[in-house]
């Protein structure tokens, strides 16, 4: 069984450092793109940074430049470095991996982690 496990969430103050980590677990052959999402209170959940296969990342404006997404494909899992935390950068965070392949399958599912709260107040 395929399942992905997020750690890392916490609570800072402004200013403040969080990584946070997702790991896809099970008999997985391959995985394509990793992502990170986050959902504030009463918001619509969205798309903060993603990585491709080949390791491009491309992030939503407002976190360039103070988070970092990679990625350890021998592992299958990816990272969100943040830095310089803000109380707008508070949610809850979710990872994305998509097109998991599991061993002996000819198609990839999407799978979403559970979710880890990132709470950033003074």
């Known amino acids: 069984q395929v399942q992905l496990v997020e750690s890392g969430g916490g609570s800072v103050q402004p200013g403040g450092s969080l990584t946070l980590s997702c790991a896809a677990t099970g008999p997985i052959a391959s995985v394509s793109g990793m992502a990170w999402h986050r959902q504030a209170p009463g918001k619509q959940r969205e798309q903060v940074a993603i990585?491709?296969?080949?390791?491009?990342?491309n992030y939503k404006h407002t976190v360039e430049g103070r988070f970092t997404i990679s990625r350890d494909n021998s592992k299958n899992t990816t990272y969100l470095q943040m830095n310089d935390l803000k109380p707008e950068d508070t949610g809850v965070y979710y990872c994305?991996?998509?097109?998991?392949?599991?061993?002996?399958?000819?198609?990839?599912?999407?799978?979403w982690g559970q979710g880890t709260q990132v709470t950033v107040s003074s």
């Open positions: 990585i491709s296969s080949g390791g491009y990342a």
């Open positions: 994305l991996i998509r097109s998991i392949r599991r061993v002996g399958d000819s198609y990839g599912m999407d799978y």
